[in-house]
């Protein structure tokens, strides 16, 4: 370990709980002050879940909607769930984004001439991340009943979202540790990109994939995405999920597991 690493962990671990707490209160703060001062910043979590769901809905709906034995109505009570799962992991790539705008703003520089815990940052981070999921989520819901979303299970739909932004907590650390080592923003997103096309497309969030070549059926049973998705539907709508929701809590598991440690270590030398 580095001479700055060690001086950064002994000065985060002097400061208290409390200090912590404070610490990212007030980043939280400034974060949120950011998205009011530059509301375009929120464009992808308002028109996102408009675009997808139009698009998918009334393009593929009557199609995708006969083969699951209905039509249109049939596919909306299919992909919104789907959907609520895409949110919390194609939104996630916003805090690499976020942090690699910061990095080469030198507002990280200036961060370190503070007395904050470097927990702090990354905490604050993660957590603006998520209310910017939950904001996409349930703009995403609006438009859902908007087109025929039937929500007869509420506390369904509360689990389904709280088990989204469980595994979006834990993709934030991929997109942190992107965020870190890449040299900026477009790098982040272009990256992120070719993370997500495969998983959210190679998965059981827009088509079940019984319609699949074999060998891409494979890929969506161990694609994490996938679990999720049906995980999400069986809350809301009916159906298995004790095996797909277990499978997504160790999915977000494993990834904070190997991640979290690669994100704050690569924060902390570049700090």
Do not use: C
Not at 5 to 28: C, N, Y
Not at 34 to 39: L, M, N
Not at 212 to 218: E, H, R, V
């Amino acid at each position: 370990m580095s001479a700055v690493t060690l001086d950064d962990t002994v000065a985060d671990a002097r400061i208290p709980l409390r200090g912590h707490l404070r610490h990212t209160g007030a980043l939280i703060r400034r974060n949120l002050l950011w998205i009011r001062k530059d509301p375009e910043s929120m464009a992808d979590a308002v028109l996102m879940p408009v675009v997808f769901t139009l698009l998918f809905v009334f393009v593929f709906g009557g199609s995708i909607g006969q083969s699951l034995g209905g039509g249109q109505d049939r596919y909306v009570q299919y992909v919104i769930p789907g959907m609520i799962a895409m949110m919390s992991m194609t939104l996630s790539q916003g805090v690499g984004t976020g942090f690699s705008q910061d990095f080469n703003s030198g507002v990280m520089d200036r961060f370190r001439s503070m007395p904050i815990g470097r927990g702090s940052v990354l905490l604050a981070k993660i957590l603006v991340e998520l209310l910017r999921m939950l904001f996409a989520t349930a703009v995403l819901m609006g438009v859902a009943v908007a087109v025929g979303f039937d929500i007869t299970n509420w506390p369904g739909l509360a689990a389904s979202v709280a088990l989204s932004a469980v595994f979006a907590s834990s993709i934030m650390w991929v997109f942190l540790t992107l965020g870190v080592i890449l040299k900026d923003a477009q790098s982040v997103q272009a990256m992120g990109f070719l993370v997500l096309f495969p998983l959210q497309f190679g998965s059981s969030i827009f088509a079940p994939p019984t319609s699949m070549p074999g060998w891409l059926q494979a890929f969506t049973e161990y694609n994490p995405l996938s679990t999720l998705a049906d995980a999400a539907r069986g809350l809301m709508v009916g159906g298995p999920v004790a095996h797909d929701l277990w499978v997504t809590l160790g999915w977000s598991v494993a990834i904070t597991a190997v991640m979290a440690p690669v994100a704050i270590h690569k924060f902390r030398t570049k700090t």
